[in-house]
């Protein structure tokens, strides 16, 4: 009954009502206009005082934004630019314009996935937009609104992986930012160097830019930063340095670092940050066979990207939580939860870690005897990384190859040790301690079989005794183990 007397109001009064609800709300109602600043918008939205309604919806969806609710954020913010392109041009509006399209970007990012169409637009948007203002001689008050642009264009090529053009995109920020001499964008700049370095390949490089971004990094001012650059910079630079300790063959330095990654992620509470650290922490702890954990991690990622509607973070974490099957013995359970992931995954335009989610379901279709579509995964996965330039796991994939290669109803002795020296030989060029040992590992237990046990001791001897910390964790307990029985 109510909508059916709504609906006979011509436009006029209906407006004129509309107006007098605000009003009411704004005067008598103080404490609702400011924390629903949603509910004001919609009754001057309806009372057609467009320039009033905008602010207000800009103002809700950057609370929105401020509490993660990411899906209810891009859309109040969406609307908020909808009507601010409808009002008069004046530097004011440009102004705003710029500032509500970055925090939009930030919102779908997170929604979308980052390599989306709709991040990758709405990027594009905000780069349109500071160029006009800057040709009316309107630079934005807040240099880092550029640099949040700049972000999202690097953010788009990362998680569709170009390896290439995320190197050249990160180059670009850091010297713009050391020519502007500007903290933020300098530390932001080492991260994404250091993202970009330790995914091509160069991990040691990598890891030299976080430690010099996290040397700029003070929490207190820099946290809020979330909103306008995906997720907090200090726990980015955590969980990528974890990656880049455990590879080089520090495990606890590693485990330190993803520790502290997920404890700045909860304190802070964003939760777009949180999943991020999750996740990422998740793969340290597979890499570090915390299988439990890991575990539990990828879990509480998908658990929340169903809460905040993130299609990206759920894809990431069902494929996550597919490799602690696989590594676990559930071979079946591995191959589905995987494959799930990756289709959604794709569909956001995403690409990055897929060479490592790729080589563990072709572990999953081993196991169970399947060795078409586990040879079909491996190609997949050499060609994307062919494709990409994505090399971080390089090493790990050939290892995983050749082990494929000796459960084969096939298999000859010189097709997996081609892929373990290969496997060996990327690890020692990229200083990969840790992918070193376990490809020393795969050969040593190859010529164990063979009979050659003194050269098998020979070969992983020495590159076991390097490790000074991580002893009693998973690979290193079990290449003590092989060294043990070999001596024996």
Known sequence: MQD????????????????RIAETI???FAESA????????????EAGIIEKAAGLWGKAGQRSLARSALVEAA?????ALDQIATLPGTAVVRAEQIKLQVALVNALMHVKGYAAPEPKAAVEQARQFIERAEALGEPPEDPLLLFSVLYGVWAASYVAFNGEVVRELSSQFVALAEKQRQIVPL????????????????IAAGRAHYNQAFALYDPAKHRPLAMRFGQDVGVSIFVFRALAQWMLGYPETALADADHALENAREGGHVGTLMYAQFHTSLTNILCAKYATANTQSSEVVRLADEKGAAIWKALGTMEKGCVLALSGRASEAIQMITSGIGTYRSTGSRVYLPFFLSHLSMAHAELGQFEDAWRCIDETMTAMETTNERWCEAEVHRIAGEIALKAPEADAAKPQSYFERALTVARAREA???ELRAAMSIARLWRDQGKRDEARDLLAPVYAWFSEGLDMGDLKEAKALLHALAS
């Open 4 to 19: 059916a007397a709504y609906g006979t109001l011509l436009r006029g009064p209906r407006r004129t009502l509309h107006a």
């Open 26 to 28: 704004e005067s008598e």
């Open 34 to 45: 400011e924390s629903r600043p949603e509910l004001l918008a919609r009754h001057w939205t």
């Open 75 to 79: 859309e109040q913010l969406t609307r």
């Open 187 to 202: 530390m932001i700049g080492h991260r994404l160097m250091g993202n970009s370095l330790m995914l091509t390949g160069d």
């Open 433 to 435: 301690r840790s992918w």
